[in-house]
C-alpha cells in the first residue's frame, strides 16, 4: 500500500500529505478499503475526502492532475512512472 500524490506535493510522510490534501478514496466496495480505513482510523487520520473512484486508471488521473492523494495497492511499479506521481509508503512497511 502507497500513498500517491501528486510530484509538486513536499509533504515528507505519508500522514502529512493525507492530512493536507483532499483524498480521493478508492471505492469502498472493494476489500481493500476496508484495510485503508481501518489504517487511517488507528492513526487517527482523517483526510477531507472529495470523491471516491472505481477505477487506479481514474484515480492516477485525478492525483496526477491535482485534485487530491489516495491510498492504493501497489501491485505494478510502472503505474506510478505512467502517471508521474509521487508516493510515500503507507506507516512502516
Known sequence: MVVIGPMAAKEKTDAELLR?????????HFWVSKTIEEFLVR???MGREVMELHSLEAIGQMV????GVS????????????????????GNP
Open 20 to 28: 493536507k490534501h483532499p483524498y480521493i478514496r478508492f471505492n469502498r
Open 43 to 45: 492513526k487517527g487520520i
Open 64 to 67: 496526477k492532475h491535482g485534485f
Open 71 to 90: 491510498i492504493i495497492p501497489l501491485s505494478d511499479p510502472s503505474f506510478l512512472r505512467f502517471h508521474k506521481i509521487r508516493t510515500l509508503p503507507l
